[in-house]
């Protein structure tokens, strides 16, 4: 044996050994994929009753027609499907696909390969192992996730599998491959036809949507900025979860800035009127790049003690199944649950409702007094067995309409890790369920859970429609932070559909950059269109929001807009343009039970701070803010650097009193060590 | 033939079961994410599955199994761009199969478990813990235990090569 390979096999001994203390001591074991895999290997095996010999005896023939229906179901392999399509007619593959499908509905949950997407490619995952050479039922392939994200034409009929694959086409022409990096985020893509509908349910693999970020806008070409706000959490928490507990850095679509820089208190104070909330607006250098500006803009929702929260009817919808029963699921849900319980009282009321096993109902409507009772059903849970395909989110939504409380918050909180089966109900019509349901008061909220199979972007697209919130629970703290500390702003909105809209006024600013929020732009004129749904904010949460501005005069790089032919020249007008506002912000809501929107203006005058003499807060934020550029490899990210967010978030920790602070600046560290 | 399809049943339950983490930690071992291990130990087995298999040895089987994951592994890469590196598959089967075994590397989890109590001492074993269990990096696990830095990158060294010594003695392989 020559020398490299006795090093080479040292190595690997090496490597094995590693594995081994990760697994023993760090507890990165092997997952329990048995039910899953014998899920999907019994239906292999009735798909071979049913077809009888002809399958089993795999002719030549068979196979082809195998390969083709399942081709024609996943839309995995847009070019499998284009060489198959000259050896039958398009006809016949349709009635083949609905064929297949209709065999399948009634099947239990595969968590197949995340290259299977829309409602019809579901139900072929069964069919697709047959297919010769089987790589091209199975296989990821970016590209045909992008085509089965316009799966269905705007109309909302099938398309045919020449649409199909020209779709395919356009959108690998469009968007090139993004390995892992599927779809365009739904806010900003406008084609109804290419709406991204999230991933089909049953799918494996984390999924994030991708984020581009905003870029800098000249002021006077684009004068407004409105985007809608956002109290999630999720993302931070999944960042926290990559650096410190999987020792890697976050891939950069994990990151949605506005998220890590929400997950923080700030100390702002609530509304003293009897609006839902307080704004206020701060302004002060930008340490990232000197000759900015940073505005920042923050908002407090009215606070509302645990005892004073108004009357309330949960229904807790919990994912049993198999993919649940892992440390950082199932356990963790209970514990959760459970803490949630013990804050409930007299005016609440409980109903639990799982999906994945024979019985939907674990727990009918329930007094928060019998804690006790709630506390026994939450421990008999257990997870696993086959899917008894779900009628589980209807039935959450029948339970929390027969015990509905006028006036009072009545809300089903959705705990899985997003491996989500609903029976025959695909991504899309989910969502129709879900926001039709908010319209009719029932708000949705949904906790994430486990590693492996978070699909964070249906998560997130569902409790946006649901005018809910979404928290990603990565321990028992966080679980405390979102169901005890802040349980009033989980469970009580108190003003909907909330929009903020900038008009930058051009004799101070000449450019302004949003950071983050981009899958929660909107267009100018969404702003005053109360139809547009929007994020909501819950008692006592605060939402911070941070602009990135170039004074009037300083250096924009900006592809320039040849002059306009036609139209009159617009000069910087009106009799509030010479003032020395630098900007007004303005403000639409809606209060929880109300379909029209009230609006809040306020000015805003740079005092010329520079960044030290800014609040502590928004120093904080503002290093949060560098710090997901960095995550995001962002090409705004300035002079920004790990080293820098450490000093400014050391120096602006404040009182801290829940340590979240403190643990963000072990974050960083973790980070910056990970990325050398 | 419903008696027939029962034990079919039982027969791929026995299978996945037996064999389920070793597919996934070798997965691992080459090279592959977490997730994207759990993807393809799922897509082995139904392939495995699908073209029908009959119980043989467990080292039989277990090898057979690693051939079908290795080739999975291989068409997923072709199809991506960017995937974090593999190992080199023929020198790492080489390995694996001398020393993890046709269990999946369960004896070896047991050997190393007992080595960690026989052949290191707790200073050390904390070390490990500092590393593995609560992740931290050579400077932190310096400042905790109160020594030097490069200190800490020799007893780490040292302590892993007396656990692989003690292991593969352990195993005789």
């Known amino acids: 044996m020559s020398q490299p390979n006795d090093e080479l096999r040292a190595r690997l001994r090496e490597r094995l050994l590693e594995q081994a203390l990760g697994e023993v001591l760090g507890g990165e074991t092997p997952p329990d994929l048995s039910d899953k895999i014998l899920a999907a290997a019994e239906r292999l095996e009735t798909v071979s009753t049913q077809r009888k010999e002809p399958v089993m005896e795999k002719s030549r023939r068979s196979r082809r027609f195998w390969a083709f229906s399942a081709a024609a179901a996943c839309l995995v392999c847009a070019v499998g499907v284009a060489v198959f399509q000259q050896t039958r007619s398009a006809r016949e593959d349709r009635q083949v696909a609905r064929q297949s499908a209709a065999e399948m509905r009634r099947s239990p949950k595969l968590r197949g390969p995340s290259s299977m997407r829309s409602e019809e490619a579901e139900p072929g995952a069964a069919a697709a192992p047959w297919a010769e050479p089987p790589a091209v039922g199975l296989d990821r392939d970016p590209r045909g996730e992008l085509a089965a994200t316009a799966d269905s034409s705007a109309d909302g009929r099938a398309l045919t599998l020449g649409e199909r694959y020209s779709r395919a086409e356009q959108a690998r022409q469009t968007f090139g491959n993004f390995p892992g990096q599927p779809t365009l985020r739904g806010a900003e893509t406008s084609t109804p036809g290419a709406a991204p509908t999230g991933r089909g349910p049953g799918m494996g693999g984390d999924r994030y949507d991708r984020l581009v970020e905003t870029p800098f806008r000249a002021v006077k070409d684009n004068p407004l900025s409105t985007f809608s706000i956002d109290v999630d959490t999720a993302s931070y928490a999944n960042v926290r979860r990559f650096l410190l507990q999987e020792g890697r850095l976050p891939p950069p679509d994990a990151v949605r800035i506005e998220e890590l820089i929400n997950y923080f208190d700030y100390d702002y104070s609530g509304p003293t009127d009897d609006v839902p909330f307080a704004a206020h607006i701060e302004v002060a250098g930008c340490p990232w790049q000197p000759e900015h500006r940073l505005v920042r803009i923050g908002l407090k929702g009215r606070e509302i003690e645990n005892q004073q929260r108004p009357r309330s009817n949960l229904v807790f919808l919990l994912d049993v199944s198999g993919s649940m029963d892992s440390p950082d699921k199932l356990p963790l849900l209970k514990q959760g649950m459970k803490m949630l319980a013990e804050q409930l009282g007299e005016n609440d009321c409980v109903a639990i409702v799982v999906y994945a096993s024979a019985e939907g109902l674990v727990l009918p409507s329930t007094s928060g007094q019998q804690r006790q009772k709630i506390i026994d059903a939450l421990e008999r849970l257990q997870a696993g067995g086959s899917t008894n395909g779900g009628a589980g989110i209807e039935l959450a939504y029948r339970i929390a309409q027969d015990n509905f409380i006028q006036g009072g918050v009545n809300r089903v909180l959705l705990c899985t890790d997003g491996d989500f089966n609903v029976g025959t109900t695909s991504t899309g019509s989910l969502e129709r369920i879900v926001e039709e349901k908010a319209k009719s008061g029932i708000f949705l909220s949904v906790l994430g859970f486990g590693r492996g199979n978070l699909n964070d972007a249906m998560m997130e697209t569902i409790s946006n429609k649901g005018n809910g919130n979404y928290a990603y629970i990565d321990g028992v703290t966080e679980a405390q932070k979102v169901l005890v500390e802040q349980i009033g702003g989980t469970l009580v909105t108190i003003a909907k559909d909330v929009k903020i809209q900038i008009e930058f006024n051009p004799a101070q600013v000449a450019a302004y950059r949003l950071i983050g929020y981009e899958n929660r732009m909107l267009a100018a004129e969404d702003f005053n269109d109360d139809k547009k749904d929007a994020g909501e904010i819950g008692a006592g949460h605060t939402v911070t929001a941070l602009y990135e501005t170039v004074p009037a005069g300083g250096k924009v790089d900006l592809p320039a807009v040849d002059p306009l032919k036609y139209q009159a020249q617009a000069a910087p007008g009106g009799n509030q343009a010479a003032s020395n506002e630098l900007l007004t912000l303005k403000l639409r809501y809606k209060e929880p039970e109300e379909d029209s929107s009230k609006l809040l203006e306020f000015p805003l005058v740079d005092g010329k701070a520079p960044f030290g003499r800014a609040s502590a807060d928004f120093q904080f934020a503002s290093a949060v803010a560098s710090f997901g550029m960095l995550l995001r490899g962002s090409e705004h990210k300035g002079s920004g650097s790990y080293q820098a967010v450490l000093e400014i978030a050391e120096s602006a920790k404040g009182a801290d009193k829940h340590g979240y602070r403190a643990e963000f600046v072990e974050i960083v560290r973790r980070a910056e060590a990970l990325a050398e | ?173």
Not at chain 2, 15 to 22: C, D, K
Request: positive net charge; charged residues 30%; hydrophobic residues 45%.
């Open chain 2, 1 to 173: 033939m419903k008696a027939a399809m029962a034990d079919r049943q039982a027969d791929l339950a026995g299978l996945v079961r037996a064999h389920q983490a070793g597919v996934w930690r070798y997965l691992r071992f080459l090279g592959c994410r977490p997730d994207e291990a759990d993807d393809l130990a799922q897509e082995t087995f139904l392939a495995v599955i699908r073209d029908g298999f009959e119980q043989r040895s467990a080292a039989e089987t277990a090898s057979y199994l690693r051939a079908v994951a290795r080739n999975r592994l291989l068409m997923a890469r072709r199809k991506q761009r960017s995937s974090p590196p593999l190992v080199d598959l023929e020198a790492a089967e080489a390995v694996w199969a001398r020393v993890a075994g046709a269990d999946g590397l369960g004896d070896y989890l047991v050997a190393l478990e007992e080595c960690l109590q026989a052949a290191v001492n707790p200073r050390v074993r904390r070390a490990l813990e500092l590393q593995y269990r609560q992740r931290l990096g050579r400077a932190e696990i310096a400042a905790e235990l109160e020594m030097a830095a490069e200190g800490v990158k020799t007893l780490l060294r040292r302590a892993r090569s007396a656990l692989r010594d003690c292991v593969e003695r352990k195993l005789g392989r």
